[in-house]
């Protein structure tokens, strides 16, 4: 069951758990080339550092979450559908009957149990197609609660800064009390200026305050409004670790660099302090049940407000209210520490439970801050070690002999390097990574001998695939030229090696959504240009059907009770109006979802939706 590891008041009463470690010494930034010194969305202090400035309490907004009775749900027997089951012994069937949560029966219509239970309900789905619930094993949680409210202005909606300011225009209102708060802005990607301006933002809004994120989360942009709210004025000092913008002259340009600087003014933004995080963690699931997704990976707890994030999770267990099942794996760089909270690996149950600890070894290629081993191109600029090389090999060393599954972020092709010595080191000590399938996340530049490397020390990588579809043409162009680029995502050499991965969105870096990438896995094309990016690398679709289903499920622990649809598991699965296997490669993200099942629940319906 449940072990109650939250660690809520330990021995001393200390509750008062807010991360400050994360101020980057000035020599570690790198020298030249790109405009945001703190590029790496994956680790982004902002969070942390708003609810600090503006007082939010987790364990409070946890505490007021509603419960609901434990719900008993009517068995079902689902037919005329054509089932996918990603069970190779198994692999079809047209009918399923679900009792208690989990599947009772499977297999064709001809062979139905002869006695049904007396309350069943009978499901005709009309020859849609089922699959398992997508398992999405890299995304953020706490996050994506605190920006579901603002709106995407992101380069895929809209191309341009000037339609992101339009579409910002509209939300105007005449309540001046009103905030105007944005998210995923990028000009790396967006046409026009490298960055907006306080200026810019009083032509959206002279008189509701106007407060964009960059999707890095690294920076930040507002309104004269805003600043006046915030008392930020020639004479406020740059936070520690962060900067104010400022034109010439000195005066406050509206640019907040750093999450101490972007906390000073996103603080006062109302809809925070209306806001219950752990209901928002909710409407989190719900969303995701919408792309189909049954089951998530939060990559980074603790990075938010510490001990206190489990204490939300045990909360939203108990609520009786999830829609989805949560895994998570803890955060190393935390000053604290995770053992003295007496949480081991696999404590919790199969709607919440640890599978791992998180380590950040570099930054992000697209931000320029992952490790490579040649400069940027047109830059002297080598990226960012986030931890040095013998801090990793013992963080490494240590997560593994505690029992944890570590989970390392690399970007670059170094810091790829460096992670692959430090668990090749743990394995000369006795300690097997692959046991634990200790995985690389994102894993983006692989070269032959990192998939050799990976194969013999049994590792697994998770594809940041968005990569390829939404900034494949500036890795190319801008970031690596060609034949680096090409070393991006190598889902394809990687299946060759019979190493098992899988893909991931790592959500609030692009949004969630297993059916786009399974598309961009299988396609490999690149946002404005014809072009494909390493068409070797391309998989079949069955291949990533896998990876988003049962070898999802496989890395974050799970795959005894969910992943596939066979007898015995939790009846989590997704119902499709079209087979991803028979439309388009270039289609298949546009397949509706038109039901997805929890625990033998349906937890979204598009017809009622
Ligand atoms: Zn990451
Ligand atoms: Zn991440």
């Known amino acids: 069951m449940f072990k109650d590891t939250c660690g809520v008041g330990d021995s001393t009463g200390n509750t008062d758990i807010y991360p400050e470690w994360q101020t980057y010494p000035e020599e570690t930034a790198p020298s030249t080339g790109y405009p945001d010194p703190f590029a790496c969305p994956c680790c982004s202090n902002v969070f942390s550092r708003t609810l600090q400035r503006a007082k939010i309490d987790l364990l409070e907004h946890a505490k007021k979450l509603q419960r609901a009775a434990p719900q008993s749900n009517f068995p079902t027997l689902i037919h005329n559908a054509n089932i996918i089951t990603m069970n190779p012994e198994n692999p079809s069937a047209s009918s399923m009957l679900v009792k208690d949560g989990k599947i009772f029966w499977l297999g064709d219509e001809t062979d139905q149990p002869e006695i049904l239970p007396d ?7 009309e020859k849609r197609t089922v699959l398992p619930g997508f398992i999405e094993p890299h995304m953020h949680l706490l996050p994506l609660a605190m920006l579901q409210n603002y709106e995407n202005i992101s380069p895929f909606l809209y191309p341009s800064v000037a339609l992101a300011l339009d579409r910002l225009k509209e939300l105007s209102t005449e309540d001046s009390r009103e905030w105007i708060v944005a998210r995923q802005f990028d000009p790396s990607l967006q046409e026009g200026p490298e960055f907006i301006t306080r200026d810019m933002l009083d032509e ?7 407060f964009v994120f960059n999707a890095s989360l690294h920076l930040a942009y507002c309104n004269s409004r805003a600043l006046e709210i915030a008392q930020i004025t020639t004479q406020t000092e740059d936070p520690p670790g962060a900067e104010i913008g400022r034109d010439e002259t000195g005066e406050p ?7 101490a600087a972007i906390a000073l003014v996103s603080r006062f933004n109302p809809a925070l302090h ?23 990976c939060d990559q980074g707890t603790g990075m938010m407000q510490g001990r206190k994030e489990l204490a939300l999770y045990k909360e939203l267990r108990n609520s009786n209210r999830m829609t989805a099942r949560f895994r998570y794996s803890l955060a190393h760089n935390v000053p604290f520490s995770w053992s003295a909270t007496g949480i081991s690996w696999g404590d919790g149950d199969e709607w919440v439970r640890a599978v791992g600890k998180k380590i950040v070894s570099d930054g992000s290629n697209q931000g320029r801050t992952g490790l490579q081993r040649e400069a940027f191109l047109n830059t002297d600029s080598f990226g960012i070690a986030y931890i040095e090389p013998e801090a990793l ?20 092709d170094a810091a790829i390097d460096r992670v692959l010595h430090a668990f090749g080191r743990a394995r000369t000590l006795g300690l097997d990574p692959a046991e634990r399938r200790c995985r690389i996340e994102h894993c983006s530049i692989l070269h032959d001998e990192h998939i050799e490397k990976i194969s013999a020390l049994g590792l697994s990588p998770s594809f940041l695939i968005g990569h390829v579809h939404y900034w494949g043409k500036a890795f190319v162009e801008e970031l690596f030229g060609l034949e680096k680029a090409e070393k991006l995502d190598r889902t394809a050499a990687c299946e060759a090696a019979g190493i098992r991965w899988t893909l991931h969105s790592d959500d609030p870096v692009t949004e969630m959504g297993p059916l786009r990438c399974v598309e961009n896995a299988v396609t490999r094309s690149m946002w404005r240009t014809e072009k494909i990016l390493a068409p070797d690398e391309r998989i079949p679709v069955e291949v990533a059907l896998r990876a988003m289903t049962i070898d999802a499920a496989w890395q974050c622990h799970s795959e005894h009770e969910v992943g596939s649809l066979e007898a015995g598991k939790y009846a989590d699965f997704v119902v499709l109006d079209a087979d991803p296997l028979k439309v388009a490669s270039n289609k298949i993200s546009d397949i509706a979802v038109n039901q997805t099942w929890v625990n033998g629940k349906r937890v979204f319906n598009r017809a009622a939706a």
């Not at 340009?253 to 999450?259: P, T």
């Not at 963690?281 to 049954?294: E, F, M, P, R, S």
Request: charged share 15%; hydrophobic share 45%.
């Open 119 to 125: 309350d069943v309900k009978i499901l005709d789905l």
């Open 204 to 210: 959206v809004s002279g008189s509701n305050p106007v």
């Open 253 to 259: 340009n509206g640019v907040l660099k750093g999450g």
């Open 274 to 296: 209306n806001q219950n995080m752990a209901e928002s963690c909710l409407t989190v699931l719900a969303d995701a049940n919408a792309k189909g997704i049954t089951t998530m």
């Open 393 to 412: 090999n013992l963080a490494v060393e240590e997560q593994l002999r505690e029992g944890w599954a570590v989970v390392v972020h690399a970007n670059g």
